[in-house]
């Protein structure tokens, strides 16, 4: 997907820890929406192992932060503009140009329903960076928070995406950050919160469900913006989003991880549900196709 000669988006910070540690917390509010992020991206594992985490730094779990008001920072205390920031390599710089094509994208489709879109921020962080929805590690793989409406992005995730699941492509990165932004759209939208409230009266097998359904409507999107950057596109690169779908479909990935499958435990679809969502969109390019995932809700 060609985007040399587009412009880089100037909603994009370096990410990082910051030297003042965990700080003074989040609030009720916040280690509720925390334990809610960390569910839907991990199930209650995750969540025990997040409880355990706050209590063995010593602390009480209303005592983390993540990160507060405080803007962004470079492990060194440095802060970079956007133009340094996306100067940074190739990977990067990619990234912060299909930032601005989903920025163009949706400013359009917002516009003609006669509203503004607000875009998100992107962190570009090495290894692990604060957040407001907790500590962001690379393991997480690239995540939306939306309680600080940013997109967090270690680079070499794509390096992974490539190498150890075998979906490379500038098409696949291009798919992963639009992903997100389909996130942050469900949040301005009303979307994410609707389904967070549903999720609150489920179990949570059925909780897990109505994850599933918000991540494939991401994809939808995902799909939907590519079909309006139609003109960017070079052969091969829907078969590019395809596997790179493929590859990180919840049975893909128990599969190679623990050799097995347990689908009531799926958060974000299945390699065939990932593929048909990101193909829906393409197709459909516009909203109105995506609305079927979260129906009823």
Avoid at 13 to 42: K, P, Q, T, Y
Avoid at 98 to 104: F, I, R
Avoid at 232 to 238: A, F, P, Q
Wanted: contains cysteine.
């Amino acid at each position: 997907m060609r985007f040399d000669d587009y412009r880089a988006s100037g909603n994009v910070e370096r990410g990082g820890r910051s030297r003042g540690g965990f700080g003074g917390g989040m609030g009720g509010a916040g280690l509720g929406m925390l334990i809610s992020f960390v569910f839907s991206r991990f199930g209650i594992v995750g969540v025990l192992v997040v409880v355990g985490i706050i209590f063995l730094i010593g602390g009480n779990p209303l005592g983390l932060s993540g990160g507060g008001q405080q803007a962004a920072t470079s492990q060194s205390g440095s802060v970079e503009s956007a133009e340094q920031v996306c100067d940074d390599n190739s990977v990067v710089a990619y990234s912060c140009r299909v930032l601005a094509s989903t920025e163009d994208r949706w400013g359009e489709i917002f516009s003609q329903a006669g509203s503004r879109y607000e875009a998100p921020r992107m962190v570009v962080y090495n290894r692990d960076t604060d957040t407001q929805c907790g500590q962001g590690q690379a393991a997480m793989g690239p995540f939306y928070c939306p309680l600080d409406r940013k997109i967090y992005i270690d680079p070499v995730f794509f390096r992974e995406l490539a190498q150890r699941h075998a979906a490379p492509g500038d098409f696949a990165q291009a798919y992963v950050i639009a992903h997100e932004v389909g996130h942050h759209v469900q949040t301005i939208t009303g979307t994410a919160d609707r389904i967070r409230s549903a999720q609150s009266a489920v179990g949570r097998g059925e909780g897990n469900a109505l994850q599933v359904r918000m991540e494939l409507q991401a994809d939808c999107y995902a799909g939907m913006w590519a079909a309006r950057s139609r003109e960017r596109m070079e052969s091969g690169d829907l078969e590019e989003g395809m596997t790179a779908a493929a590859a990180i479909g919840d049975d893909t990935l128990q599969r190679a991880g623990q050799g097995h499958v347990v689908p009531e435990s799926f958060t974000h679809g299945t390699a065939a549900q990932r593929q048909e969502a990101l193909m829906r969109g393409f197709q459909g390019g516009n909203p109105a196709a995506c609305d079927t995932y979260t129906a009823g809700i």
